[in-house]
């Protein structure tokens, strides 16, 4: 079974071992990702991570240079789990091992997403295969100019990261152009790593941050519309209604029917059966 013996066997023993190895700081980042809203298009990064191998991490007709990043070599591998995972839960590959079901996938996400640093995961809003060719199409002569207005622009959007300002994932893709120009420049020195390194670390803190105050307005959005339910059932059963709806008891139109059974991830997807 390839990949998925491996696989299989990090789920032995501690069957939380993914969830564990998540700091504290990541966990809403991770809980955020793999929420019936989003993970679909965490499964499209997923996608367009693992084609990366294809293009990034081999020398182009363009440049003989050869990117290197440990982190998203190790995150290509954790995305082929993820694509094995899927294809054997769709029954697009034969599989006759043990049961697999939605929460298993979501730990080999975390997986993933425990391994991908924040920057790249969000970066990939954007045609990162673009950003590439761009960058080794840029004249070599050009790079260095090239490259001091890009680290003037990081500086900025890291001050404003720091300073409590939300971020988009414009910076993260920024952060990941730099780090292609430098490295195509040839010249990237310890002090250029500890740089791309500070853009990343401030990415992240602000990431993490937004992602909790995402959730927590969508707990409280998800209370209100539980209470909007609870009065609605009361106000059935009792005269005056129309005094409950006219004290601000409406129906919240953003969030449906908080009683029902969590979505189905795979729901739009009939093979996913």
């Given at each position: 079974?390839?990949?998925?013996?491996?696989?299989?066997?990090?789920?032995?023993?501690?069957?939380?071992?993914?969830?564990?190895?998540?700091?504290?700081?990541?966990?809403?980042?991770?809980?955020?990702?793999?929420?019936?809203?989003?993970?679909?298009?965490?499964?499209?990064?997923?996608?367009?991570?693992?084609?990366?191998?294809?293009?990034?991490?081999?020398?182009?007709?363009?440049?003989?240079?050869?990117?290197?990043?440990a982190s998203l070599e190790d995150a290509v591998r954790a995305g082929e789990d993820v694509q094995e995972m899927v294809d054997y839960m769709k029954g697009q590959t034969a599989y006759n091992g043990v049961e697999l079901n939605d929460d298993v996938l979501k730990t080999v996400l975390?997986?993933?997403?425990?391994?991908?640093?924040?920057?790249?995961f969000d970066a990939h809003d954007y045609d990162l295969r673009e950003v590439y060719n761009q960058v080794a199409e840029t004249p070599h002569e050009l790079l260095k100019y090239v490259i001091e207005e890009r680290q003037g622009k990081l500086d900025e959007l890291r001050r404003e990261?720091?300073?409590?300002?939300?971020?988009?994932?414009?910076?993260?893709?920024?952060?990941?152009?730099?780090?292609?120009?430098?490295?195509?420049?040839?010249?990237?020195?310890?002090?250029?790593?500890?740089?791309?390194?500070?853009?990343?670390?401030?990415?992240?803190?602000?990431?993490?941050?937004?992602?909790?105050?995402?959730?927590?307005?969508?707990?409280?959005?998800?209370?209100?519309?539980?209470?909007?339910?609870?009065?609605?059932?009361?106000?059935?059963?009792?005269?005056?209604?129309?005094?409950?709806?006219?004290?601000?008891?409406?129906?919240?139109?953003?969030?449906?029917?908080?009683?029902?059974?969590?979505?189905?991830?795979?729901?739009?997807?009939?093979?996913?059966?």
């Amino acid at each position: 079974m390839g990949t998925m013996d491996n696989l299989l066997g990090f789920f032995t023993g501690d069957n939380k071992k993914a969830e564990n190895d998540v700091n504290d700081a990541a966990r809403d980042y991770v809980a955020l990702k793999l929420s019936d809203a989003k993970i679909g298009q965490t499964l499209q990064v997923v996608d367009r991570v693992v084609d990366m191998k294809n293009w990034l991490f081999v020398p182009s007709e363009m440049s003989d240079v050869r990117y290197e990043n440990a982190s998203l070599e190790d995150a290509v591998r954790a995305g082929e789990d993820v694509q094995e995972m899927v294809d054997y839960m769709k029954g697009q590959t034969a599989y006759n091992g043990v049961e697999l079901n939605d929460d298993v996938l979501k730990t080999v996400l975390t997986h993933f997403l425990n391994t991908i640093e924040v920057y790249e995961f969000d970066a990939h809003d954007y045609d990162l295969r673009e950003v590439y060719n761009q960058v080794a199409e840029t004249p070599h002569e050009l790079l260095k100019y090239v490259i001091e207005e890009r680290q003037g622009k990081l500086d900025e959007l890291r001050r404003e990261a720091e300073g409590g300002m939300s971020v988009s994932s414009e910076f993260a893709k920024r952060i990941f152009e730099y780090d292609l120009l430098l490295q195509f420049q040839g010249t990237k020195a310890m002090g250029d790593s500890g740089r791309v390194n500070g853009y990343a670390k401030a990415y992240q803190e602000a990431a993490y941050e937004e992602a909790t105050l995402a959730l927590e307005d969508f707990d409280d959005r998800f209370d209100d519309s539980r209470r909007n339910e609870d009065v609605a059932a009361v106000s059935e059963m009792v005269e005056g209604a129309d005094v409950l709806a006219e004290d601000g008891y409406g129906e919240d139109p953003g969030f449906g029917d908080r009683s029902a059974s969590p979505r189905d991830p795979f729901a739009d997807d009939p093979t996913l059966r």
